[in-house]
Structures are given as C-alpha cells and as structure tokens.
C-alpha cells in the first residue's frame, strides 16, 4: 500500500508529540530522586552534625580528665582531673609500698628506700602520663578516639646516689676475689690459688628495680652480681714461685767496713715478705717491710748517730741558742733495695750496707735568722708546791705552751693552746672560783699560769687582745696585773705585732712557774698603777661569814676564808721603741667583794 504526503505528514506529527511528552515525564521522574538525594544528604548532615556534637561535648568531658579505660596497677584512673589522678598514684605507691624493697643478702633482707638507691617515682609526672594516655595529638589537641590501656609509673634514677648506695650493700652480698700469692712456709715457698669474687651489678639493679616499678610492684628478690676477677692470677704466682726461689737458695751476706753478717736461708725467710708492689712480677719477694728494718737497725745500729738540733736555753737573761750538727745513719731505702736485687740472682751474695748523712729539722742558723736570739720579757710568779693537784695544773699548762711559735700577725690563744680542761688531758681537781668561792674543779690553779703570761706579755710589750680580771681581788698576784682564763668563755690573747717570729719557753717546778718571751722586741715599756677605788665593802665578817659545806673536808672540820672589799684598780702602760712611743694602753681591774667564808667539811 502506498502512502501519500498525508500519510507521510501525520506519522511524523505523532512522533514529535511523543517526543515532547518524554522530556516532561523526565522532568517529573528527576524532581523526585533529587528530592530523595536531598533527604539523604539532610540526614546525614544531621547524623555528622550530632556526631561532631556528640565527639565534641565527648571531648569535652574528657579535656583536663583520664580518658575512658586507662588503669594504673588495675586501678581505674578513668575521668580523674589532675588532682585526683595524683592521689591516686600517690595512693598506689603507698598501698602497693613501692616506697621501699627488700634486697637478700648473705645476712637475710636489707631494707631499702627508693630514694636510697637513687630511684624516685614521679607523681605529677605519672599523672600526666595518664592524663595522655589513649590520646591522639592533633593539630595541637590531644583528642581521645577510644584508645586505653595500663601505664607504668614515671621513674627517675640518680647515678650517684645509686652508686652510693651499692658501696653500702657491697659487705652484705659481694665477696672480694683472692689475688693468688706466694707463702712463705718455712724456708719453702707454696702458691695459694686465686679465686673469683663476686660485685653487685649496679645498672642490672637499676633495671630489676625499674621493671618491677613499672608493674606497681615492690621489688624483693636478690641482688644480681657480676664475677669479679683476682687481679693476679694463680698461673702467674706459679711462674713467680720458680723465680722466689732462689731467694733462699743460699745466705746473704752484709758488710759494714771489716763487719759481716750472714742471714741464713732460715733468716732470711722470716725477714722476707711477699712483694704486691706494682714491680712483683720481677721481685716475688721482697725485703722493704717493716720487719726487716726493725732487724736491719738492730743489726746495725752501732752505726746510728743521730742529728743534733738546735734548741733555744734561756739562762737568767740571757738567751742561748745551742750548735746543730748532722748526724748518719743506715740509708734503709738504699739497703732494702741492694738486699732485694742482690737476693733474687743467683751467684755471688754480698751487700755492702750504705751509710746517709741526717741533717737536722732545727739549725742554729734557722734560729737565729728567725730573731730567738734575744730575750722579749721573762715573769715568774711563785705557787704552794704542797698543793699537788694544784701545783700539777701549772706544769701541765707550762708543757702544754713551752715551745709554742708565734708568727709575726699571729695572735696567741692560751685556751686554744691548752685546750679543754679534762682529766684525760692531764689537769686534775683544784680550787675555782665559782659563785664568789672557791670549790673543787678540774684545771684549778691554770689562772696563776694566765697571769704569769700576760705579765711576759705586758713586759714584752706586746698588744693585749683579750684578758679578764678575777672575779675578786687576790693580794698575791700583781695588783691590776691578773687573769682569769674559763675554757669556752675567757680567754688570754695578745698579738705579735713584731716583724719576727717570738718563742714561748714555759717551766714550771719547784713551787715557781716561768714564762719566758724568746726574741727581742726592742721595746721598753713603764707603767703606773693607781691606788685602789671605788672601795665596795664586803657584807661579811669573821664574826658573820657565809657559811657553806664542803664535801671534801672530813665531818667536824670547819675552816676560815678571809674577804676582801670589792675595789678598783687601773693600770696604764707605755710601750716605747728607739725612745719613741708606740702606744698607751689602759687596763682597768674591777673586782667584787669576797665574803668570809666559813666552811664546815660533810665528808664522812
């Protein structure tokens, strides 16, 4: 059938009609889906937007807290703030008693502190640690995505105090190693064998003690050690012994000009010692102990004529410096080293024993040029030599000061030159003031001793740094001239100003004490004392003393001490050299009343 334009014009009519609905129905059918994708976008916008929320306030809880399922010795430290977390720590360690260990020893269990071994467990920093756990670091922000775990303590260790305490543990748990070494049996020469010792090894502690910390456990186990090697080896003293040998293989020999001593094999064993100087490997033995000298200068000690030193005598006012003169003696040094070479080779045995010259520590020379070649002053004051614990008192400070050097500048302390008054230091019971009288106290008697040398002092024109008056007025000491002197309180001082050295001499016997001042000053000095004033009357009497007892006096004795009216006196001193004066000093004196004292002895 044949169609015509008709035909033709219609169908294709139909067709763009068809066409143009499509695009329509198209459109209807993607309004819908992009409606759907919106939905879907708008809700997961939601579900991020809570998430973000959510993971934000999550972080939030959780800023400056312990995150989620972070534990410490199985303890929860989970949303603890700093404080908190810290007590918590702190609490660990004191429940878990981390603060201590327990080492075995040879003696059973040492305790130690942490801090003992160097070891000290960081709270804060532990708290942080924490605070830090399970966390990310983000651009800065530690943020939490739901890691956990268990931390360990943070430990700080000190290499010293470690080491300190290893030198305290060393005696309980090491054992030293033994050097092997030649005896000497006899005239026969046996080897002892080496041993190994054992030393604490201080960095293997140090780990033990960190491991065991990390799982919040106080350590208690032994100490681990490490071998500590002889230094001298038994193969070694076995080759040596071959060598010692021929040390007594046959006698030795020593000659002093026509003199000669043979030492026998038997002799010389008992002189010999095994040698552990840095030479050993050469010398096995050796004769240079304090044995063999003591031997050698009994052999030999026709040959000692020792040094003379110089001494500085003072006879009335004149002072005396005796001659030095070098002595000679055996040069031991010498003779040891010639006996140990000559002993260790075989052959001809002979040693010549050498002589050295011994020079004097004081030379006349080193005397006189020090200026002791003049007298400076010389007092005497007089005691009762009855008195023993008294009179023993002034020697003993006289020994004590006798030959005392004052270098120019220097200033003289008596009671640190005599030191404490005790018995062990040889002062004895004697009369004290004490409380205005006299009683029994150790030392009594050194104040007659202080006078005698502020007196040389005085006279030597010399500066008085320090000096006390007694308590009370003594009419036997030089008027305004005494001094008292209390370890720890009052002290006697005075100051070499002089260009030279000044030499205390001190003796004392015989009921007299001197104190001597060697070496010239080139001073005279006058002074005037003025009359006593001031006068204080005392408010005792003969007929109305105070009355004390005494326990050193038998019962039924009673005794009477006179009093004094209390009084001032003043001393003035010109010291004057080449005529010209070097200065004026002034000393005043104030003394108490002294009561009559009645004493009535309770001895039984």
Not at 424 to 429: I, L, T
């Amino acid at each position: 059938m044949t169609h015509g334009p008709d035909t033709a014009a219609t169908s294709g009519s139909d067709g763009a009609a068809q066409r143009r609905r499509r695009p329509a129905q198209a459109a209807r059918g993607g309004g819908i889906a992009a409606g759907s994708g919106l939905r879907r976008l708008r809700a997961a916008l939601i579900v991020l937007a809570v998430a973000v929320v959510s993971f934000c306030a999550l972080q939030g809880y959780l800023y400056g807290r312990v995150a989620f399922g972070v534990t410490a010795g199985g303890r929860s430290l989970s949303g603890d703030g700093p404080a908190a977390a810290r007590a918590a720590v702190a609490g660990l360690l004191a429940r878990n008693g981390l603060g201590t260990v327990l080492l075995e020893t040879r003696q059973g269990p040492v305790r130690f502190t942490l801090a003992d071994l160097g070891l000290r467990v960081d709270v804060p920093a532990t708290a942080r640690r924490a605070a830090q756990a399970g966390r990310v670091d983000l651009l800065g922000l530690h943020l939490w995505f739901g890691g956990h775990g268990s931390i360990a303590p943070v430990v700080h260790a000190n290499a010293a105090a470690l080491a300190a305490a290893v030198q305290r543990l060393a005696p309980y748990v090491e054992t030293a190693p033994r050097d092997a070494r030649l005896v000497l049996v006899g005239t026969s020469i046996a080897v002892r064998p080496a041993a190994t010792g054992s030393a604490i090894d201080a960095a293997a502690l140090r780990v033990r003690l960190t491991q065991t910390l990390s799982s919040w456990r106080r350590y208690e186990g032994s100490v681990p050690l490490t071998a500590s090697q002889p230094a001298v080896t038994t193969a070694a003293v076995q080759d040596a012994a071959q060598q010692a040998a021929t040390y007594l293989s046959s006698p030795l020999r020593l000659r002093f000009r026509s003199r000669e001593i043979d030492l026998s094999p038997a002799t010389m064993a008992a002189l010999l010692t095994v040698n552990t100087g840095p030479d050993a490997d050469t010398d096995p033995l050796t004769f240079d102990n304090s044995k063999a000298r003591a031997a050698l200068h009994r052999m030999f000690a026709f040959t000692d004529h020792p040094a003379v030193n110089a001494h500085v005598l003072v006879k009335g006012r004149k002072v005396l410096i005796t001659q030095s003169s070098a002595g000679f003696g055996l040069d031991m040094p010498t003779l040891l080293s010639d006996m140990d070479a000559v002993a260790s080779q075989p052959g001809l045995r002979e040693v010549v024993v050498p002589l050295t010259t011994l020079e004097p520590s004081t030379t006349t020379d080193e005397l006189t040029s020090l200026g002791l070649d003049g007298l400076g002053s010389q007092f005497t004051t007089y005691y009762d030599q009855t008195n023993k614990p008294r009179a023993q008192n002034i020697m003993q400070a006289a020994r004590l000061c006798d030959g005392t050097v004052i270098k120019p500048g220097e200033v003289f302390s008596l009671n640190q030159t005599l030191g404490p008054r005790t018995l062990n230091r040889g002062f004895d019971y004697a009369p004290v003031i004490q409380d205005g009288v006299l009683r029994l106290g150790v030392g009594g008697g050194l104040c007659q001793f202080a006078t005698t040398l502020f007196n040389a002092a005085f006279f030597a024109g010399l500066p008085i740094v320090e000096r006390h008056p007694h308590d009370f007025w003594i009419d036997h000491y030089p008027i305004g001239r005494d001094a008292q002197v209390a370890y720890g309180s009052q002290d006697l001082r005075f100051r070499n100003d002089t260009s030279h050295t000044l030499l205390l001499r001190c003796w004392a016997g015989g009921g007299q004490v001197t104190v001597v001042l060697v070496g010239s000053t080139g001073r005279t000095v006058t002074f005037t004392t003025s009359p006593f004033y001031d006068m204080v009357p005392t408010h005792t009497s003969r007929q109305h003393p105070r009355v004390i007892t005494d326990d050193t006096l038998p019962r039924g004795i009673v005794t009477y001490e006179q009093g004094f009216d209390g009084r001032s006196v003043k001393v003035v001193r010109t010291v004057r050299q080449n005529g010209r004066v070097l200065f004026v000093d002034t000393f005043v004196s104030t003394y108490a009343p002294k009561d009559w004292i009645e004493r009535i002895g309770t001895k039984e």
